[in-house]
């Protein structure tokens, strides 16, 4: 099993060309150009030219790189697909998705534009209608690019006027029915950004908490938050052991065949051994820091 941690996921400004610089320097596992939000109407064609300029003309150190482009309703989504077919990104993140006919015309329109087949399509849930339809728009991954799911609880509240209350206890039923619909159909998910970048102890918690719920990793609007989130979804010591031993005691001649064995007072089943070999394959990645910023 091999893994490529997406613990970190730091949205950049696609206009901003200082905030590109630094972004090759900071230890983020993916980091996420945007041509969306953070660039203003008049500034997209510019800001789109600018972007495709700097990921031909440099590498980003061993980051994975993915554009959140404008959505195919904008006057700007076709041409940023056909501006950034072909350099080299991991994948396209979309926003606004609703519906599983918007994850088909995402990967009609990068196929139209010559995107190679290993760009997929991420699809932010970020919509009342998202969140309704997260099941048949994570079925739609079996037959088109769609690879993995990124909340967008802000645009999300606001539409709904939900207050997510303490712990987003208001918001974490809508977080759970997205990410059920993701691990249904093997796509990889991330948890939304945490707005008050000052509130270390806040986004530690929410960090936590995004973990335990099950996300592969958070999305994140600020480089001070970039330590604590790939802190937070590091496998720690006392996970790393207990996995090393279930592989172990599963690779004995004696319990090669079983399906379930006593190890250290526990009932272990096979299903845990899945479970320790990512916890495995994570670890060794980030200890080797095969392309890794971070470690």
């Known amino acids: 099993m091999k893994i490529k941690p997406r613990r ?17 320097t900071l230890p983020a596992d993916c980091v996420i150009l945007d041509l969306e939000d953070s660039v203003a109407p008049e500034q997209k064609d510019s800001a789109r030219s600018e972007l495709a300029q700097a990921l031909g003309s440099s590498a980003f150190g061993g980051r994975e790189i993915v554009v ?64 309704l339809n997260a099941a048949e728009i994570a079925a739609s991954s079996h037959r088109s690019r769609l690879r993995a799911m990124v909340i967008g609880a802000n645009d999300l509240v606001r539409e709904t006027r939900i207050e997510p209350g303490p712990g987003r206890a208001n918001l974490t039923p809508w977080l759970l029915q997205i990410l059920l619909a993701a691990r249904a159909h093997g796509l990889d998910i991330f948890d939304s950004v945490y707005n008050d970048f000052s509130d270390s102890a806040g986004f530690a918690a929410q960090c936590a908490q995004a973990r ?62 899945d479970s320790a070999l990512r916890v495995r394959a994570l670890a060794d990645y980030l200890d080797a820091g095969d392309g890794d910023p971070g470690v």
């Open 68 to 131: 959140r482009v404008n959505g195919l309703n904008t006057p700007w989504g076709a041409a940023d697909i056909a501006a950034l077919a072909n350099f080299g990104v991991s994948a396209l993140l979309f926003p606004k998705m609703a519906c599983a006919q918007d994850v088909l015309d995402a990967t009609a329109a990068m196929e139209k534009s010559g995107s190679p087949s290993g760009v997929a399509v991420w699809a932010m849930i970020e919509t009342a209608s998202g969140v």
């Open 212 to 273: 335990a719920l099950g996300f592969d990793g958070k999305t994140l609007i600020h480089p001070n938050q970039i330590a604590a989130c790939n802190g937070a979804f590091t496998p720690q010591a006392d996970e790393i052991a207990w996995a090393r031993a279930v592989i172990a005691a599963f690779e004995t001649p004696e319990n090669a065949c079983k399906g379930a064995i006593a190890l250290n007072g526990r009932m272990v089943e096979r299903l845990h051994l």
């Open 8 to 24: 970190s996921l730091l949205f950049a400004p696609g206009s901003n060309a200082r905030a590109l610089e630094k972004a090759k």
